[in-house]
């Protein structure tokens, strides 16, 4: 299974990129799909997430700014991200839940992920 990012770039803050995601129909139709964000010497984040019932959750950091969708069509989600902070450099990967425990314990399938840069 692959999952392929693209869309990262350089921006100002206060501006805006949109995040792809495309990956096997299987997944995107059977699995919980999110995106996680790194950037170097922070803790990541999953951002958001969608979920198989179309449903989606939002890391407080970026309610309000950021949006996790799908395309049924191409096998592809997005990750409309607006106002965007003056954070440096992040990296953002696609992930597919793969497993789930009795615990809420996940795995994830990740991409290599893309790389956005904000700068103030």
């Known amino acids: 299974v692959q999952l392929v990012e693209s869309g990262g770039g350089l921006v100002q803050a206060g501006g805006s990129l949109r995040l792809s995601c495309t990956t096997s129909e299987s997944t995107f139709t059977n699995n919980n799909m999110a995106w996680y964000r790194q950037a170097p010497g922070n803790q990541g984040e999953l951002v958001a997430e969608t979920n198989g019932d179309r449903s989606t959750t939002y890391a407080d950091s970026v309610r309000g700014r950021f949006s996790i969708y799908r395309d049924n069509n191409r096998n592809a989600m997005y990750l409309q991200m607006n106002n965007l902070k003056p954070e440096g450099t992040v990296v953002y990967c696609c992930?597919?839940?793969?497993?789930?425990?009795?615990?809420?314990?996940?795995?994830?399938?990740w991409g290599q992920g893309t790389q956005a840069t904000v700068s103030s």
């Open positions: 992930v597919a839940e793969i497993e789930r425990d009795e615990v809420d314990s996940r795995w994830w399938r």
